[in-house]
């Protein structure tokens, strides 16, 4: 069937199978590899991607309910000139990433949760975090990484 969204600011047409999952969708069909499949079955985050505005499992919704809507990947999450954006610098920063595979979902919760929020306390993080499973940082360096990325985009408004 033909699906229609806007991904990452640009419409998409796609033909696709009807029962296929979002997440199959953008990484079999759109090439997009950045959201990873962990358990999928909704467990672990390493698929999440924003959808209209709301951090989701992308393993969890089928193709077709994407229609209509915007998405967000972590393809589309960057600096103005295609570099890593503040997020992202401030991972490499605070030693936040290891093996990646949570790390794309991670920077998702993270947007979604500045998207909403530019003054979370550090507890608000660790539930924004709640859905997104890492099994080698220990998550504070992660939370770090998001609570200097709010002070910072807090001083730039
Ligand atoms: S792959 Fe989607 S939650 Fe684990
Ligand atoms: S960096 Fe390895 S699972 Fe998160």
């Known amino acids: 069937m033909l699906i229609e969204f806007t991904l990452n600011g640009k419409p998409v047409s796609i033909d696709a199978p009807a029962d296929i999952t979002l997440l199959a969708l953008l990484r079999d069909h759109l090439a997009l590899t950045g959201a990873k499949e962990g358990c999928a079955v909704g467990e672990c985050g390493a698929c999440s991607v924003i959808m209209d505005g709301r951090l989701i499992n992308s393993c969890l919704v089928l193709a077709p309910q994407a229609g209509g809507s915007q998405i967000i990947t972590i393809e589309g999450v960057h600096a103005p000139d295609g570099e890593p ?4 610098e401030n991972f490499i920063e ?15 919760a993270g947007e979604a949760l500045l998207m909403q929020n530019l003054n979370p306390t550090r507890s608000q993080i660790r539930t924004a975090l709640a859905g997104n499973l890492c099994r080698c940082t220990g998550y504070q360096q992660i939370v770090d990484a998001i609570e200097a990325t709010a002070q910072g985009r807090r001083g730039d408004l």
Do not use: R
Request: aromatic residues 6%.
């Open 85 to 88: 954006n503040d997020l992202q």
């Open 94 to 108: 605070y030693g936040a990433v290891q093996c990646g595979i949570c790390i794309p979902g991670m920077v998702m």
